[in-house]
């Protein structure tokens, strides 16, 4: 999962690309980036780490402009350990062109072999970014004549990628005196949203992955990009748009909602945190049919993003509501963390127990989801050591069975602790004395009564059903033994770095 924004502005915007990102730090901690465009020239800085720390007031004055993108970043496909792979990407045929892309790619490999054999187009990198951005890149020479560029060629280009590729994509991409172009795949998995804004040098225009990026920056929310839609933002600030896609429908990731954005984003016409709230009331029905409520004193969250669900759940079986556990802001999400050793080091310095809110009492604690497990089993510990009588589970997300294979980081089923488990069998894993997991049609429905428009969502992880039609069990295969190898060169590499 990454973020990703763009701005085509009247002052320099490298400042506000840098605020957006940070407002979109939840969604990558592994590396930041930004592009910006002034003169007919790119600059470009880009580093592994946080945004606050990628950026120095030299990288800053470094990043001239009154357009840009960003891109805040977390490695689903290639390699964390380069930087080559960090985002903005660029190219310089045709016309120049920066990039930065959030979703990931089912057919890159595919897709990678076509640019080298047919398209005689060099890939530098393992990362499935790199082979959109140069499939782009193609299209837009083979759409465009003489050396100028009009918006028709763009929209031609954007359609072709949309017919040569799957998967999950949502682009910024901005070409050197021309402009600014974002586009979403047809079916709207990943987030995209434009904003606006009226300065006394005239009107500006941000896209970003999720409109808090927007809000948090000045810009008014104007509309969602739709599902295979582009957009282009000339470098006067004209904007035009065109569908581009044959047959688009909007089927977005239902685990945006659960976990990835903000409570304070919009997204395809629903409030992030009214989702939240309606996925706890729906989650409370089944725990008044799985549980005995007697038996429970107190509900409390696994802050932050479960607290929504967790206060709208304890209020409809008008249980207590308790904080629990508190959170240390300045240690990363641990299920966005590489490594299963660090996530089961990070646990505990990210969370801490209030013994006086646990002792002798039974507990239900609530999650946005259980992935792996690992921090699960840890927090449930976390809470009989603080004095807990009984500690019981709720996920607002049900069972996490099979792998995502459009940009969040579960590709392998052996990874996922709902695998081949009964609920049962999972609250036995995880220690609990019992667990309640959210029913698919009731997290559907939730977003739904927010959204009726809402018919189809991308819900791979838990039902299996991958929408793109091109992924099946040797495909699932061959992603399980890729991640096998990378985790072994990975820990080769870290035992050399122990060694010595």
Same mark, same amino acid.
């Given at each position: 999962?990454?973020?990703?924004?763009?701005?085509?502005?009247?002052?320099?915007?490298?400042?506000?690309?840098?605020?957006? $990102?940070?407002?979109?730090?939840?969604?990558?901690?592994?590396?930041?980036?930004?592009?910006?465009?002034?003169?007919?020239?790119?600059?470009?800085?880009?580093?592994?780490?946080?945004?606050?720390?990628?950026?120095?007031?030299?990288?800053?004055?470094?990043?001239?402009?009154?357009?840009?993108?960003?891109?805040?970043?977390? @490695?689903?496909?290639?390699?964390?350990?380069?930087?080559?792979?960090?985002?903005?990407?660029?190219?310089?045929? @045709?016309?120049?062109?920066?990039?930065?892309?959030?979703?990931?790619?089912?057919?890159?490999?595919?897709?990678?072999?076509?640019?080298?054999?047919?398209?005689?187009?060099?890939?530098?990198?393992?990362?499935?970014?790199?082979? =959109?951005?140069?499939?782009? /890149?193609?299209?837009?020479?083979?759409?465009?004549?003489?050396?100028? %560029?009009?918006?028709?060629?763009?929209?031609?280009?954007?359609?072709?990628?949309?017919?040569?590729?799957?998967?999950?994509?949502? +682009?910024?991409?901005?070409?050197?005196?021309?402009?600014?172009?974002?586009?979403?795949?047809?079916?709207?998995?990943?987030?995209?949203? %434009?904003?606006?804004?009226?300065?006394?040098?005239?009107?500006?225009?941000?896209?970003?992955?999720?409109?808090?990026? $927007?809000?948090?920056?000045? !810009?008014?929310?104007?509309?969602?990009?739709?599902?295979?839609? /582009?957009?282009?933002?000339?470098?006067?600030?004209?904007?035009?748009?065109?569908?581009? #896609?044959?047959?688009?429908?909007?089927?977005?990731?239902?685990?945006?909602?659960?976990?990835?954005?903000?409570?304070?984003?919009?997204?395809?016409?629903?409030?992030? !945190?009214?989702?939240?709230?309606?996925?706890?009331?729906?989650? #409370?029905?089944?725990?008044?049919?799985?549980?005995? =409520?007697?038996?429970?004193?107190?509900?409390?969250?696994?802050?932050?993003?479960?607290?929504?669900? #967790?206060?709208?759940? #304890?209020?409809?079986?008008?249980?207590?509501?308790?904080?629990?556990?508190?959170?240390?802001?300045?240690?990363?999400?641990?299920?966005?963390? @590489?490594?299963?050793?660090?996530?089961?080091?990070?646990?505990?310095?990210?969370?801490?127990?209030?013994?006086?809110?646990?002792?002798?009492?039974?507990?239900? =604690?609530?999650?946005?989801?259980? +992935?792996?497990?690992?921090?699960?089993?840890?927090?449930?510990?976390?809470?009989?050591?603080?004095?807990?009588?009984? +500690?019981?589970?709720?996920?607002?997300?049900?069972?996490?069975?099979?792998?995502?294979? !459009?940009?969040?980081?579960? @590709?392998?089923?052996?990874?996922?602790?709902?695998?081949?488990?009964?609920?049962?069998? +999972?609250?036995?894993?995880?220690?609990?004395?019992?667990?309640?997991?959210?029913? %698919?049609?009731?997290?559907?429905?939730?977003?739904?009564?927010?959204?009726?428009?809402?018919?189809?969502?991308?819900?791979?992880?838990?039902?299996?059903?991958?929408?793109?039609?091109?992924?099946?069990?040797? !495909?699932?295969?061959?992603?399980?033994?890729?991640?096998?190898?990378?985790?072994?060169?990975?820990?080769?590499?870290?035992?050399? /770095?122990?060694?010595?």
């Amino acid at each position: 999962m990454c973020g990703v924004v763009g701005i085509v502005g009247r002052n320099p915007v490298n400042q506000t690309i840098y605020d957006s $990102l940070l407002l979109l730090q939840h969604r990558g901690q592994d590396a930041a980036g930004i592009a910006t465009s002034y003169d007919q020239f790119f600059s470009m800085y880009k580093a592994h780490g946080l945004v606050r720390d990628v950026f120095r007031t030299r990288n800053m004055r470094s990043l001239p402009g009154n357009s840009g993108l960003g891109q805040v970043r977390y @490695p689903t496909a290639g390699s964390s350990d380069s930087v080559d792979e960090a985002q903005p990407f660029y190219v310089n045929a @045709p016309f120049g062109i920066t990039f930065v892309h959030n979703g990931n790619l089912t057919n890159w490999r595919e897709l990678r072999e076509e640019l080298f054999r047919i398209d005689r187009r060099h890939i530098n990198t393992n990362s499935d970014s790199e082979v =959109l951005l140069n499939i782009f /890149a193609h299209e837009l020479q083979r759409a465009s004549t003489g050396v100028s %560029l009009d918006e028709s060629a763009v929209f031609e280009a954007v359609a072709a990628v949309h017919r040569r590729t799957r998967g999950a994509y949502a +682009v910024i991409a901005q070409i050197a005196s021309f402009g600014m172009v974002a586009f979403r795949d047809p079916f709207g998995v990943r987030p995209l949203c %434009l904003g606006t804004q009226e300065t006394e040098q005239g009107v500006e225009w941000m896209v970003a992955s999720e409109s808090v990026a $927007l809000t948090g920056c000045g !810009y008014t929310f104007v509309r969602d990009v739709q599902p295979g839609e /582009a957009i282009i933002i000339d470098e006067d600030g004209n904007l035009s748009s065109r569908q581009c #896609a044959e047959s688009p429908r909007l089927t977005p990731c239902l685990f945006e909602y659960v976990y990835f954005a903000r409570p304070d984003s919009l997204m395809d016409g629903v409030s992030i !945190y009214d989702a939240r709230l309606h996925m706890g009331e729906y989650l #409370a029905d089944n725990v008044a049919k799985s549980l005995r =409520l007697g038996e429970i004193d107190v509900v409390m969250p696994i802050p932050d993003s479960s607290r929504p669900s #967790a206060m709208q759940l #304890a209020a409809r079986l008008n249980l207590n509501y308790r904080e629990g556990f508190i959170k240390n802001r300045y240690v990363g999400r641990t299920f966005i963390m @590489p490594g299963q050793a660090v996530r089961k080091k990070s646990v505990r310095q990210k969370l801490s127990a209030i013994d006086m809110e646990f002792k002798g009492k039974n507990v239900l =604690l609530v999650d946005d989801s259980i +992935v792996r497990g690992t921090t699960s089993r840890q927090i449930v510990d976390m809470a009989r050591e603080a004095g807990a009588n009984k +500690v019981f589970f709720a996920s607002a997300a049900p069972p996490v069975r099979f792998p995502n294979v !459009y940009g969040i980081d579960m @590709p392998t089923q052996s990874e996922l602790i709902a695998f081949e488990r009964e609920p049962n069998d +999972v609250a036995r894993e995880i220690g609990a004395n019992g667990l309640v997991y959210q029913e %698919l049609v009731d997290l559907q429905r939730s977003l739904r009564d927010l959204n009726p428009a809402m018919t189809q969502f991308e819900s791979s992880c838990f039902n299996g059903e991958y929408i793109t039609g091109d992924v099946d069990a040797a !495909y699932l295969d061959r992603l399980s033994q890729t991640r096998g190898k990378a985790a072994l060169a990975q820990a080769s590499l870290n035992t050399g /770095a122990d060694d010595r």
